[in-house]
């Protein structure tokens, strides 16, 4: 790749100028395989294709990191493959969409509008790429025991839940001006929300960063503004930010400051594929504001502020494998991650300190049974996973997380981008944060559980329609009050590609 360029010096000088003006900047912003097996398109195709969603993940409520989104269902996304037989000529769109990401989307062949007034084809002769999509979620808690009208909304879903959010992304092709496996990506983000701990909603960056591919594809550099959640531990189900956050509530990592699609932070991330699947992803990003969604955007605006006083470092590393569906060959994937966090977090062990933060995360996926016996047709089937993760209970309010997951990709011939899933979760509350609720006379649970099943059919071109239930045993964070139930939340979204 790099090494196509003519002139070594003017080669190694425009990589380094980008580098350099990026670092530059993001420093004033932020306070003062031996063969083609093992390069990453051939490795895992998807991780060289874009989400169908990098949905906005819960967010904390005011003032503390990460409380409803534990234990309440995550925004609903549609489940779809990556894996579609290719027989549309947009579908050559997909080798600029935005590299780096560890989950897939649909590829342009299926969004509502391929090329729009020829414009796409207009924008390819200049190494220009845009798409974007919208995704509306509405919860509601079918039971209707816990709703207290007059009364403060306690969580996602008691009264009419909404999460509303637009993205767009624009793409250029650094291979125009000597950059082959280069690209620059400014994504944006709306978010809209009628609940504000299910938010937040505010407009930001949501991806703006140089991706370089080198050694003919067998290492990858991002820096720039990055959205970490969907970069790091591949918490989305199969692989998928679409559909893959259906009754996930694995957010421990954003809980540590880990960066999300929605707040972006600055970073710089280097993947190295060792070979035969194996790779190991190691980075570093400003981290989020200790004290949560509120303060972090109170200090951080539009996306190019400084997180506040006391934020300091998140390091992360990931180390892996991941082998993608081939006929014969059932898909896998192994990771392991570890993060910290220098910042100053509040502690709940000795309150008016403060300690770091970090986290340990164990995920796997197995394609159990495969449908199809074709490279197009090769990841429809049978899906078993798992995730464990755990924080420390001193300054997280959630400090342990379990998941069992079990899902079909493709699960009729006839419809090969539906899915449907079943997965049953399970969140920790510190023992600390139970001890301070019971010191004062609080009603307390120790823990929250999930069950959801849900199913995604893409029903017209571009368009994925999403429906479910959800059974949530506590559906609030630590305290509780005598008259509060069990949840059944009935979940509906629909995505569309544009």
């Not at 579609?84 to 590829?107: C, L």
């Not at 974007?132 to 509405?138: A, H, L, S, V």
């Not at 509040?346 to 300690?355: H, I, V």
């Amino acid at each position: 790749m790099i090494r196509h360029i003519k002139g070594t010096p003017a080669r190694y000088a425009s990589l380094a100028a980008i580098v350099s003006a990026f670092i530059s900047f993001a420093a004033n912003a932020t306070d003062g395989a031996p063969s083609q097996e093992f390069k990453a398109s051939d490795v895992d195709m998807q991780a060289q294709l874009p989400p169908t969603q990098p949905t906005p993940e819960s967010s904390a409520p005011k003032g503390e990191p990460i409380q409803t989104a534990q234990y309440t269902p995550t925004q609903l996304v549609p489940v779809i493959v990556s894996e579609t037989p290719v027989t549309n000529p947009y579908a050559r769109f997909s080798k600029y969409m935005v590299k780096g990401w560890n989950v897939t989307m649909p590829d342009p062949s299926n969004y509502i509008d391929q090329d729009p007034y020829g414009i796409r084809t207009a924008m390819e002769e200049d190494g220009l790429f845009f798409f974007g999509f919208t995704n509306d979620t509405f919860t509601y808690d079918v039971r209707n025991d816990n709703q207290l009208y007059g009364r403060p909304q306690l969580y996602s879903g008691q009264k009419p839940t909404i999460v509303s959010s637009t993205y767009g992304f624009l793409t250029y092709d650094l291979g125009k001006v000597g950059l082959p496996g280069g690209q620059l990506t400014a994504g944006v983000a709306y978010n809209y929300v009628n609940w504000d701990p299910a938010g937040p909603t505010h407009a930001h960056i949501s991806d703006f960063k140089y991706f370089q591919s080198l050694f003919d594809g067998k290492a990858e550099l991002m820096i720039g503004y990055l959205g970490n959640s969907i970069v790091y531990n591949g918490i989305y189900i199969g692989g998928n930010l679409a559909g893959g956050t259906f009754g996930v509530n694995a957010n421990i990592p954003q809980e540590a400051g880990q960066s999300q699609s929605l707040i972006t932070r600055p970073g710089v991330n280097f993947k190295v594929y060792l070979g035969g699947g194996v790779y190991n992803l190691a980075g570093v990003q400003r981290s989020w504001n200790p004290k949560g969604t509120d303060a972090e955007i109170g200090s951080n605006g539009f996306g190019f502020g400084t997180s506040g006083a006391h934020v300091g470092e998140l390091f992360l590393e990931e180390f892996g494998y991941k082998r993608a569906a081939a006929p014969g060959r059932p898909f896998t994937w192994i990771r392991a991650g570890y993060g910290f966090n220098n910042s100053d977090y509040g502690s709940l062990k000795r309150p008016g300190t403060t300690a770091h933060n970090h986290y340990l995360s164990l995920l796997a996926d197995r394609q159990l049974l495969q449908l199809g016996d074709t490279p197009t047709t090769a990841h429809r089937g049978l899906y078993a996973g798992f995730t464990v993760m755990q924080a420390p209970a001193e300054v997280d309010r959630f400090d342990q997380y379990y998941e069992m997951r079990l899902y079909m990709k493709g699960p009729f011939a006839s419809r090969p981008t539906d899915s449907m899933s079943l997965v049953i979760n399970q969140n920790r509350f510190s023992k600390y944060a139970v001890a301070s609720s019971k010191a004062r006379h609080q009603l307390t649970d120790v823990q929250a559980t999930i069950a959801s099943l849900g199913y995604t059919a893409n029903i017209i071109r571009g368009v994925f329609l999403t429906s479910g239930l959800s059974y949530v045993n506590h559906p609030r964070a630590v305290t509780t009050v005598p008259e509060q139930r069990s949840a059944l939340n009935f979940l509906t979204n629909v995505i569309i590609y544009y």
